[in-house]
């Protein structure tokens, strides 16, 4: 089983609308929790970590369910610029490294 | 944010030759760096740790015979493919531990590595 698992979409979705996609992970001991984002051929960049209570930073949502093991990302207001692959990292407690998913595939069209 | 600056982008060798690539921290000290593969459609694969002054951790399943690491300093790592073969073409990414952010990660802007 992979350490973390993402839907790999594509999610094609209209400018304004709604998205929402999650990823599972593995290792119950995990500490700690990101969305990266992915352009086309480039290297990942922060979008922004994932706390227990849930965060928002603008039109990104992320929410953290330790109980069930998963991490979900909605996108409100989708903007073309949006589209890219979303990343969902996982690191674990006792080093610094992060295990990544696949990737979910978020294109917007106009 | 803290810059990783990776060189070159992209790079084309014959099967056989040997490929460096490298990694700088631009502007802080990066004791640990991290050296990922990600081949199309899939996760970024960690391949080994990097440790200034100090020998790669490999993860398994990666020669350290073929994938040469050297962190020689605190601000720069390497990565040399040796013996290139085509199934050694991928994107190769570096990252960097910042250590006063010691959860972000941030990462060189990869190699595209085609071996012909």
């Known amino acids: 089983r992979k350490e973390v698992e993402q839907d790999p979409g594509p999610f094609n979705v209209p400018e304004g609308a709604t998205v929402a996609f999650n990823c599972t992970y593995s290792?119950?001991?995990?500490?700690?929790f990101f969305w990266y984002r992915q352009d086309c051929r480039k290297e990942p960049k922060l979008l922004m970590s994932?706390?227990?209570s849930g965060n928002e930073d603008g039109r990104f949502t992320a929410q953290l369910n330790r109980a069930s093991q998963y991490i979900s990302l909605l996108i409100r207001d989708s903007k073309l610029s949006d589209s890219a692959t979303y990343l969902c990292?996982?690191?674990?407690?006792?080093?610094?490294?992060?295990?990544f998913g696949a990737g979910t595939t978020v294109t917007v069209r106009a | 944010g803290a810059v990783v600056s990776q060189h070159p982008s992209w790079v084309i060798c014959k099967s056989g030759t040997s490929v460096k690539i490298e990694c700088r921290s631009l502007?802080?000290?990066?004791?640990?760096m991290f050296w990922y593969r990600q081949f199309p459609k899939q996760s970024l694969m960690l391949m080994a740790t990097?440790?200034?002054?100090?020998?790669?951790?490999?993860e398994q399943g990666v020669e350290k015979d073929k994938f040469l690491i050297n962190h020689a300093s605190l601000t720069l790592s390497t990565l040399t493919v040796t013996s290139a073969h085509p199934e050694d073409s991928s994107f190769y990414i570096c990252?960097?531990?910042?250590?006063?952010?010691?959860?972000?990660?941030?990462f060189g802007q990869g190699t595209r590595l085609t071996v012909v």
């Open positions: 990252s960097a531990r910042e250590p006063r952010r010691n959860t972000e990660a941030f």
């Open positions: 290792n119950s001991a995990s500490q700690s």
């Open positions: 994932v706390y227990s």
């Open positions: 990292v996982v690191k674990g407690s006792n080093d610094y490294k992060l295990s």
């Open positions: 502007d802080f000290q990066a004791t640990t």
């Open positions: 990097s440790n200034e002054g100090s020998k790669a951790t490999y």
